[in-house]
């Protein structure tokens, strides 16, 4: 391959054989013709330039997921008191307004309260209790059924039984216990074949 220089040489030596500074020049233009690579395009004019290729546009930044919220702390609560147990309700029964005493028990026989007791009544007792003795006179049985009586429905025994105001009070099976302020009387039971109060048992 010749070299430009040996090119330039031989153009100008071309030239001057032919004569003339006009061929200098044109020596010296083939030259720079010879000496361009034929591969490579002449360049664009500079208004028919190619746009250059657009690039592809950037991707954009991905969001980072936010993070899952977490559940507020909730503050540990001191432990509740067990609620006091609750009392029953008992019934306060009013205040007894009707007669006192013997008066009151005779009151109860007449609004169908109360019967008066029997010899029978207090056999029946006697045979409950296997205890007693057999051997009793009829002294003792007449002064068990002094101020003595049957109970016949619910009844509310009348105040002031004390002393010689006391009595006795037998109540059949399936009859409720009288209420109220016994005093110094006593009650025989048959629902429990038991007796309760100050003169049980006395006779």
């Given at each position: 391959?010749?070299?430009?220089s040996t090119l330039m040489l031989c153009a100008l030596c071309c030239a001057i054989a032919l004569g003339g500074c006009d061929s200098v020049n044109k020596a010296f233009e083939y030259a720079s013709q010879r000496e361009r690579p034929q591969?490579?395009?002449?360049?664009?004019?500079?208004?028919?330039?190619?746009?250059?290729?657009?690039?592809?546009?950037?991707?954009?930044?991905?969001?980072?997921?936010?993070?899952?919220?977490?559940?507020p702390a909730v503050a540990s609560l001191p432990p509740v008191a067990a609620?006091?147990?609750?009392?029953?309700?008992?019934?306060?029964?009013?205040?007894?307004?009707?007669?006192?005493?013997?008066?009151?028990?005779?009151?109860g026989v007449r609004d169908?309260?109360?019967?008066?007791?029997?010899?029978?009544?207090l056999q029946q007792w006697r045979d409950s209790q296997r205890s007693v003795?057999?051997?009793?006179?009829?002294s003792s049985s007449a002064f068990a059924l002094h101020n003595a009586y049957v109970v016949l429905k619910p009844?509310?025994?009348?105040?002031?039984l004390y002393g010689a105001h006391s009595a006795r009070f037998y109540v059949p099976r399936g009859?409720?216990?009288?209420?109220?302020?016994?005093?110094h009387s006593a009650i025989y039971d048959f629902n429990t074949l038991t007796c309760s109060g100050a003169t049980c048992n006395f006779e």
């Open positions: 391959m010749l070299t430009r591969d490579q395009p002449a360049a664009a004019p500079s208004d028919t330039a190619v746009s250059p290729r657009p690039s592809p546009p950037a991707a954009e930044p991905r969001q980072a997921e936010p993070a899952p919220e977490r559940a609620p006091p147990a609750l009392k029953p309700i008992v019934a306060v029964a009013p205040p007894y307004t009707g007669p006192e005493g013997e008066a009151g028990l005779s009151q169908g309260y109360l019967r008066e007791a029997r010899r029978s009544d003795d057999a051997r009793r006179d009829e009844y509310r025994l009348p105040t002031g009859v409720e216990r009288p209420t109220g302020e016994l005093g």
